[in-house]
């Protein structure tokens, strides 16, 4: 490949760490963390140039296992750091990573404002439908009658979160859903995904064999989305209505600018700006 | 009472113009030569409720108000009550009402005997674009003689994008103002001090201060969530900081303006956000990720009356434990105050720079009486402090971003640099930066991040330490001004007295106290916060001498010269 740089290509290994994942065997996440290392090797990027930040939560530890700036910050606020990165250093390539709960519950918030605001940037959001770290509590994306969890004995009884609907309402710029079991697939996606301006957002179904471990079926269910991706919201929104939450494939791809304020500076001194005051 | 001011009262319900009015009035006593401090108190309304200008001017630095008011006017009394206590008045006070506005209320009526009526509105109807507030404005000039051109002038500027017969109007009215209070009894104005060049002072609010302070210290990203009372550093910095080539970034709430301000500074940029008590509470979970993490940032609490929504408009210094001790775990971190209107530049402008200098977060604790009131000041030196964030320049074989060092900072890579790649980390870590709940990590890493701050240099901008004598006064942040204001009294009368004002409250530097307090038999103790938080944290970080007093108030209002001067006056 010829990527204008002296240094030979890179492979998908050049952008692992050598620090060993917490997951448990058979995780969804581990074919996440491969496909996202493929991507940045299709895409050659410089590992220096690339910051991949996180919350909490078991798929929100992958900034560690790879060789690229990474910032693990609390519980729900993965959004916002990557946002005030992005603006600050437009430079930059911006992956934000996480999970079911750590996305649409405590960071919903987030979620729908990054959404709208449109930075270019990349939210990959690994559902599994289930808080693994603290041992199997229900999650927004949990179905209401999953009475698994000494929590919610009788199932959470409210209706799931529909993360690809909240993201066309708000405004993303580019959606899509995936799945950890075609991590080819997976990586296609996201190379489509970082390319593509503004805000894009794409949902993994990536399995909890612990805690959901019918998830396992997810593989032989997932089927390629029945229509080429849409730039009209409608189209979008109507496809949504006859989802099975198993299609997998990019829903839509917006035209909306991104969000990017200019950084040029028009003053050298901040000390110019004493002028306004003087008496 | 001072001698060298004069304090006048501007009253009118919200919507009125009193503000207008009396800022009209600052920048005329501002370009006549004189001092001067202008606050405001008003209700959570946006129009019709009650607000008050409250105006001090003097031939010297004025930082604060003083005990009472010599004139108080009100274009009507329409919840006067509300605020009568925050208006202190004396027996020799001038009063002035509107002949249309009703009786005095009842609440004046001790005061009925140095009141007098005159038509504001109706010489205001009289005219065309007529407006009370301007007649008012002019008769406050000539009671306290403010010279006419200095008054018409900053009308003129106050109005200039409102058009020549805005301006006309407005001149008018302030002469006609003037005329009818010929036959009112004079308040003397001490003469104004020499003239200063142009540029040698500047006419700025607290929060217009902070935001300088900050683009002066470097910062280039802010995010904001407004908030009363630090909406408006927020709205300065927005065209400012794009001047400088940065940007700030409107948030949907605290948690993010907190976490963009974390991201920012983490991809190299000093960073900033503003806030009040309750959006620092909601950030103080973020704030220890920038602790642990080593991401410099400042966050700037204007506070105000609490605790919950409290007195959104109205100033305390009750925030003071929250921004200490409001953090979980041990999470070692910078709490600054400023002492003054002025002091809000220099102490932000430090605040960036330790917090760049030791990869940690800076809390500003300013509040609503610095922020929002607006006074003359000295313009303050263009400072540059030495050393700046400390970087990766020579990157060896294996980069550890939390090394272990003998300063306890560490080199911090910025993404771009390349080999420097690592994961900022909120969990426990080890020198490389790996997650760690290992006791020999945990024990490394706190003891660096403690030892950072405590072994830094701050010099002697600790805190501001004046006077030699066995009395001492410890105040903190914007109580620096009424006690400075009492010990100067005291000095007048004959009695020395220390003051000692901190700026840094975090780290604690019980070394550099000992100092301060060398000599000193008796301490008191003034705070703006009824449960004593300042008064618990000097005794938990301090010695202080077996004699000591405190002067603990509550807000809303201020703490009077005359009071601290009292609590000591026995004390002897």
Sequence with gaps: MDNGIANPALSARDYKSSVKPVWCPGCGDFSVLSAITKTFAELQLDPAQVAVISGIGCSSRIPAYLNTYGFHGVHGRALPLGVG?????????????????????????????????????TYLVMDNQVYGMTKGQASPTTAPDWALSKLTPEGPGIN???????????????????????????????????????????????????????????????????????????????????????????????TRKPFQPCLEADLEHAAELDEAFAI | MSTDSVSIAFAGSGGAGVLTAGNVLLEAAASAGWYAYLSRSAGPQIRGGESVTLLRVSRNRVESHDDDFRLLLAIDWRNFERFVAELPLSGDSLLIGDAEAGPLPECLAAYAARYCELPLKRIAKGMSQGRPNMVALGVLAAAIGIPCDKVTEALAHTLRDKGQAAMDAGAACVTAGMECARELPLIKLPAAPAPRAHGERLLITGNEATGLGAVRGGVRFVSAYPITPATEILEWLAPSVDRLGGTLVQAEDELASVNQAIGASFGGTPSLTATSGPGLALMLESIGLAVAAEVPIVVVDVMRGGPSTGIPTKSEQADLGMALYGLHGDAPHLVLAPLSVADCLFTTQWAVHLAEALQTPAIVLSDQSLGQSRAVIERPADLAFIGRRQTLEDIGERYARYAVTTSGVSPMAIPGMPGGQYTAEGLEHSEAGTPSGSAADHAAQLQKRRRKLTDFDYGTHWAEI???????????????????EALNRRAVAGWATRMVAMRLLAPARPDAMRQALDGVERVLIVEQCEGGQFHHYLRAHYDLPAEVRTLCKPGPLPIRPQEVYTRIEDWH
């Design chain 1, 85 to 121: 990165l992005k603006v600050a250093r437009p430079d930059l390539t911006v992956l934000v990573t996480g999970g079911d709960g750590d996305g649409f519950s405590i960071g919903g918030n987030h979620f729908l404002h990054a959404c709208r605001r449109n930075v270019d940037i």
């Design chain 2, 466 to 484: 004046e006077g030699e004598a066995t009395t001492a006064v410890i105040t903190w942040g914007s109580t620096t001004g009424p006690v400075r």
């Design chain 1, 160 to 254: 799931p979160f529909y993360p690809l609907v909240i993201a066309l309402a708000s405004g993303a710029n580019f959606i899509a859903r995936a799945s950890s079991s075609d991590p080819n697939g997976t990586a296609r996606m996201l190379v489509d995904a970082i390319r593509h301006p503004g805000f894009s957002f794409i949902q993994v179904l990536s399995p909890c064999v612990t805690f959901q471990p019918e998830q396992r079926e997810w593989k032989k269910l997932v089927h390629p989305a029945p229509v080429e991706a849409t730039s009209d919201p409608a189209k979008a929104a109507r496809r949504l209505m006859t989802d099975d939450n198993l299609f997998v494939g990019v829903l839509y791809q917006g």
